[in-house]
């Protein structure tokens, strides 16, 4: 009778486990089928940019022109860190003025737009020349005269500067641009030029140049 009685508690047991067999496998293939809806993929660009540029600048009360650039690096196609500097090279008169330091940009939109802006500014400091004639009185001999001379001047800068960005291609981009350099010196004084306090370095930008690379 208990053999009898363990068989059919057997034969019973049997549809149990593979019913429970079933289900678990069910669940194991529920498991590996991809969640309902879509899933998006969107690839972040990041890279190195470099940007030539020509300012045209006050100086002095009189306009110049400047040549150089920044670069660095573009993070998730926002931000850019890097550096950047600048020289005079166009209506010097004897003047020079050389710049440069941190830059930090933001950058709108995506990089596939056709319009875009940004955003940066330069930290940093700088140099200027400018000539100048001295009179030189002797104390007795020769008679007095005018001399020669060039007046030099280290301060620091920062520039803001607004852009607007036209995409070329999938690389290269056309920025204009406008801002303001400010300057100071390490006794909060600027003697540029001649000596009064006026600060003859401050004034303002307007910048064109190409933006290349940068994951664009």
């Not at 969107?42 to 890279?47: A, D, K, V």
């Not at 852009?163 to 291609?169: H, I, M, N, P, Q």
């Not at 930008?205 to 994951?215: D, F, L, R, T, Y």
Request: proline share 5%.
């Amino acid at each position: 009778m208990i053999r009898v009685m363990s068989a059919a508690l057997a034969l019973c047991l049997v549809p149990i486990a593979a019913s429970a067999q079933t289900d678990a496998v069910r669940d194991l293939m529920r498991a590996d089928q991809p969640g309902q809806g879509p899933m998006v993929v969107e690839q972040i660009h990041n890279g190195f940019l470099a940007a030539p540029e020509f300012k045209i600048t006050e100086l002095n009360h009189r306009w110049a022109g400047l040549a150089g650039g920044y670069g660095g690096v573009v993070f998730d196609e926002h931000f850019l860190v890097g550096g950047g500097a600048y020289g005079l090279v166009a209506n010097r008169h004897g003047r020079d003025l050389v710049y440069g330091g941190l830059v930090l940009q933001w950058l709108s939109g995506r990089s596939d737009d056709t319009f875009s802006f940004g955003a940066k500014t330069l930290l940093g400091g700088g140099h200027a020349e400018v000539p100048a004639d001295v009179h030189v009185q002797p104390l007795i001999f020769p008679p007095p005269r005018d001399e020669f001379f060039r007046i030099g001047q280290n301060f620091f800068v920062a520039e803001p500067e607004f852009d607007a960005r036209v995409r070329l291609g999938p690389h290269l981009r056309l920025t204009v641009g406008a801002g303001y350099r400010f300057t100071g010196t390490a006794h909060g004084r600027n003697y540029f030029f001649d000596g009064s306090g006026h600060t003859g370095l401050n004034g303002a930008v307007g910048s064109i140049g190409v933006q290349i690379g940068g994951g664009s």
